[in-house]
Structure formats: C-alpha cells, structure tokens
C-alpha cells in the first residue's frame, strides 16, 4: 500500500484513523497504543520514513501528504498541521 513508507503508512492508516478511538480517546493514548504494539525497529524505521518524507516533499508536505495517506482524520482538530502532525509522531 505505502511503498515509500511503510511503517508510516502503517502508523498513520492503521492508529490515525476514524476509528482512532479504538486505541484512545486523544492523541497521546492513541500514540501509547501504537509505541505499546510496535517493535523498537519498527519505531526506528517510522523515524527514518519520516524524516525521507519530510526531505522528499519539502515546500509541498500538505499535498504529498494528502496524496500518500489520504485524511483519515481531520488534523487541524487536534491542534496539528501536516508539520507539526509528523514531527510529534516521531517515536
């Protein structure tokens, strides 16, 4: 599905989306399931994919974003932009 990225792709479409509440019910609890489900390597690689995502997709994040992982959920109600969104994801 996300060849680019994915342990991103896995991070944000399988904990990040309208059925987040499955795994909690704000950010930080939805975060704690995903660090609580995942191996140390696979957070390692979420990093590194990040990382590549944000270098690729300098000056166009919102689209690339868009584009890569569709919304799922509406981030802005989180207090997140695409930015702010992926750097707090950093595990």
Do not use: C
Not at 9 to 22: K, M, P, S, T, V
Not at 45 to 52: D, M, W
Request: glycine share 8%; charged share 30%.
């Amino acid at each position: 599905m996300h060849k680019r990225y994915p342990e991103l792709g896995q991070l944000i479409g399988g904990y990040f989306h309208e059925d987040y509440d499955l795994f909690g019910d704000n950010f930080g609890e939805v975060m704690d399931a995903y660090i609580e489900g995942s191996s140390p390597d696979d957070r390692a690689q979420v990093l590194k994919e990040i990382e590549r995502f944000q270098t690729d997709n300098a000056g166009q994040l919102e689209a690339a974003y868009r584009k890569e992982f569709i919304d799922h959920i509406d981030l802005s109600l989180w207090g997140f932009t695409y930015t702010s969104f992926l750097e707090e994801i950093k595990v």
